[in-house]
């Protein structure tokens, strides 16, 4: 069973570079988190633990993905995991339903899959239209082929201490706490502050900070003073969906920030008039953190890296 | 399906009544949040409740509590319930298994109680002892009879936003959001900290207040300093099981403190040789706080208040 790593931090410590709020100190612009260079790290490390797996007992790990309806941004995303798989070695399973598809259909599909001893994840590609009830269909999905871990036993595995560990860690906050523990950040003790709490980014990685024994405040649209809040974290995670809204005096000098957002916004300059920012304004926030993920290659690269981690440990441990 | 309620407060105001740190504002000591008393008002709700549902459809609210061993503790917590169950007009349905009881006859009697159409509500004493396999006996009671609120499912329906909420809350962190709601505690926008992480008590009520939108920080024993971070709480709750360990200067003036500790501390005065004390040094903290539990008499009656509410929800659910 892999859940994600406990490494021991080991160089940089969070917050280690401070500035007084009243003094100026001169320092130099953040560390770079470069979640591609780290996620093809994670990647090539796959690779081995595939062929480790084929080797040993003739396994290939596959991944099914459904999509259900033609959205231009589901096929983008869906074409990127397939890439991906094919690219660690994985057998790439696709079935694709049309937009108007029943519920049964794709419970069809769904039961299909768990069904199929090559198949060791499905990942059902979200937003699903609105005649199809997503709770019901997330959790029609075999535990054990749940690597997104949306399925709400997975959830409630992982918001418990219990024997039974989550089968995957939902992969968006899995590859936020990679990003921290492979940049050598410590995280135990430290206050990490989660701004968003959302089903699938802000709760799942507000757990797994705190099981890593930081000491985790969730902000949201509610929260009274945000600013203040994300001024005492030493790890800001940023998963708000509002662009560049976080801005360098909210920062304490010395925080890690990780950048969750992924926001399109115009830009005349750009080819397609537009172009991505995240969460957090990076130009100027990068001179009072210590590290920083950019975006785009932040997080976004991690996601998929640990979901075909989260497929690998599926077929790890259907042959344990 | 009956969740918790979301009253709007009210009278209180959190932090209406504050002192600076550094001028001393005559006060008087904190309001007692008396949850006897409350405990007893929601009793008297669920009576009503139950005369309502024998009325309307026949069916009386049914308890089965399992105990394994003879655990004097235990016994004690088993008696209490029995006892409001019977109060409440509940059927109290019981089972004794000697200590050395396999799991398997353990399961036995939780598949007979799930099977009975007179048992709305399943309860299994903890702790069990060390031969048999907590997490598999809690997840084995139906989810429809899980009036404690620990099956998986029901911690993974009360971690996210989902179309099916839990059909229970676990009862202590159900009664300490019962006491702020019915105590006028406004708690959307206030900054709350538990101190403790269990999965009983302090992960739980750390959602629920979340969930009200309460902007929570979850404290333990690997914060770098709690002082400080309890001392930024309108709402504090204290769930660490150490005695009196939470002192008034700890304490932002006007704040709400919610004591779930229960700890039996030597006292020679007293007839059985110790006194029962909570997590908070209730004499001082009383004359910071504007509201405060007290040990016993706080949350502790709560318990089996919300223990009865679950049980009569699941009968209600069961008509539906």
Redesign the interface.
Known sequence: MHTFSRRIPSVVQAGSCRASFHTTVSRSSAKLIDGKAIGATIQAEIKVGVEKLKAEHGVVPGLAVVLVGARKDSQAYVGMKKKACKKAGFLSLETTLPEDASQEELVKVIDAYGADPKCHGILVQLPLPDHI?E?FVLDRISVEKDVDGF??????????????PPTSIACTPFGCVELLQRSGVEI????AVVVG?S?IVG?PVA?LL?DL?A??????S???DLPA?VKQADIVVAAIGRAEMIVAEWIKPGAVVIDVGINAVDDASAKKGYKLVGDVAFDQVKEVASQITPVPGGVGPMTIAMLLQNTLSRAQASVE
């Open positions: 009830d709770e399925h709400t036993l997975n959830v409630g595995r992982l918001h418990k201490k219990g024997k039974t135990a003790g430290k206050n709490r089903n709760m757990r705190q024994n000491t985790v405040t969730v902000c949201h509610r929260t009274a809040m």
